[in-house]
């Protein structure tokens, strides 16, 4: 799946908090954190940047690339872990932003973590977590995560757990939780939990999920593996839970393999669910392989057939069967999900209103979410889209990942073009200055501008007077409709003036 970066920029007066800029104010990124306060902002230019890097036991601090992922990249060079965070201080307002994390590794006999390690509660956006690995008994090959961390639009792929001579344990290929982690909008691909020789265990090949309350929300797991070429056992070719309260709502799951002398789930295995709800997934073209293996697309503890709640699924076309001591409700189903590419992607949904000839059964298939914490998941979902038109999911819940319905924004140094409808950023904390918004129309019409928090809650309502065609700017002085300054974060735009053609800029 690629994701179109377009940029902008927001040009406010700041007193306090700071932003230290990498290479003009730190020659590296390493110096730059040592030197941030909380509430500082760690700005990086484009570069590649060989850093293994120990986070300062501060909270609050923004670690934040101008020109997103593809041109911003922190290598491990293979030499040790990435980035280290070894705190419970951090909270959500720890950030990391914006960067391609790649080439870590951890060996010896145990690994924590090939590309972070991190504690606490912090967030993780719009980052690219690749092809680290761990050569160990280990724990996340590309992160390990002990406590409740935000993952939100990022690229988990290719990161790996491999221990030569097998035996012994491995657990989450991408990434390893402890507690209450939220992750959506993520993009888990081709993840590995495996070895050449058998006789080992092996858990969960993307995601694996020890206890606490995870929410696992609009995520897409394509080609992930755990498992081996001879004996041992494994759980979970994309996703294992454990002990947990998870909530696994609207994710497509495609092609994941379990793989070994006894593999259970070739897309989720649950070992121990206390109260864990799985619902509105597309569970399709799964693979549990081996000498006697249980549940192509997923497979479960005998004794949590009273504490899971597993309907509105589409569990379709895993080998050699779908379930295994599983109990499906009511309204889960087994057909094909009519797949389509699209802008984003190959996961929409066919929709004779997009233009396809047939209508995907997984339309109108879902169940309401009626969640607000830590995410307005009903809120956001009608924001995405499963339509290759990209219209808003607007009626019942379609099943499975929903895309953004436009490209993903982050910040640059100067004003550029950007369309309408994108996400922004305002940063640090909180906005001081009134924010021009200009825009242009090819006929005379009336504009409203709504912008939505990262949890999809109405900040502001801004409408334009009806005009002739034109470019014209409206204002906003950075404050919610309750008159509160705006806190430091992601936010959207949208519009319902339907002749609006571009966004010219922020500033």
């Known amino acids: 799946m690629k994701r179109l970066s377009l940029f902008l920029f927001f040009f406010f007066s700041f007193l306090y908090p700071r932003v230290i800029r ?23 230019a484009p570069g590649i940047y060989y850093e293994n890097i120990l986070w300062p036991n501060r909270d609050g601090v923004v670690l934040l690339s101008e020109g997103g992922p593809e041109v911003t990249i922190i290598n491990g060079n293979d030499t040790a872990r990435v980035i280290t965070m070894n705190a419970m201080v951090y909270t959500p307002a720890t950030v990391i932003r914006g960067f391609t994390i790649t080439n870590g590794r951890v060996s010896g006999l145990y690994g924590y973590g090939g590309g972070i390690f991190c504690r606490g509660s912090p967030t993780f956006f719009e980052n690219r977590i690749v092809g680290n690995t761990i050569t160990a008994l280990g724990y996340g090959g590309g992160v390990y995560a002990d406590g409740s961390p935000t993952f939100a639009y990022n690229l988990i792929a290719q990161n790996k757990i491999e221990r030569p001579g097998g035996g012994g344990w491995r657990y989450g290929g991408g990434i390893y939780c402890t507690g209450s982690g939220v992750f959506y909008q993520n993009y888990f691909l081709e993840n590995v939990i495996a070895d050449t020789a058998g006789g ?75 109260s864990s709800v799985i619902k509105n997934n597309i569970i399709v073209g799964n693979i549990a392989t081996g000498i006697v293996p249980y549940g192509g697309g997923i497979a479960c503890q005998p004794d949590t057939l009273d504490t899971l709640i597993f309907d509105y699924n589409d569990v379709w076309g895993n080998l050699p069967n779908n379930y295994y001591a599983c109990r499906p409700g009511p309204h889960a189903f087994s057909l094909d999900p009519l797949f389509v590419s699209g802008p984003a992607g190959e996961y929409y949904l066919s929709q004779i209103a997009a233009g396809q000839p047939e209508e995907s059964p997984c339309v109108d298939a879902g169940d309401t979410l009626l969640m607000t914490f830590p995410l307005n998941l009903d809120s956001l979902i009608h924001r995405w889209t499963t339509r290759s038109d990209t219209v808003y999911d607007t009626d019942r819940i379609d099943l499975g990942y929903h895309y953004l319905p436009t490209p993903f924004l982050s910040i640059k140094e100067k004003n550029s073009l950007a369309t309408v409808g994108e996400r922004f950023l305002i940063f640090p904390n909180p906005t001081s200055q009134t924010i021009s918004i200009f825009y242009s129309l090819s006929r005379e019409s009336e504009v409203k501008f709504s912008i939505y928090d990262g949890n999809g809650r109405l900040v502001r309502e801004l409408i334009g007077k009806r005009g002739k065609a034109g470019t014209y700017r409206l204002f906003w002085d950075g404050k919610d409709s309750f008159g509160r300054r705006t806190a430091s974060g992601i936010y959207f735009l949208s519009f319902n003036g339907s002749r609006v053609k571009k966004l010219l800029k922020l500033k």
């Open 200 to 274: 080992g265990f092996w858990y969960g090949g993307a995601l694996c999920l020890i206890g606490g309350m995870p929410v696992v929300f609009s995520n897409l797991f394509v080609r992930n593996r755990a498992g081996a070429t001879t004996g041992g056992f494994a759980y979970g070719g994309a996703l294992y839970i454990d002990s947990a309260n998870a909530l696994v709502f609207n994710n497509t799951f495609f092609a994941n393999m379990c793989s070994t002398a006894i593999p259970y789930g070739g897309a989720i295995y649950v070992k121990s669910s206390k």
């Open 22 to 44: 990498v290479p003009g104010d730190s020659l590296t990124i390493q110096s730059g954190l040592n030197g941030a306060l909380s509430g500082d902002t760690v700005l990086v």
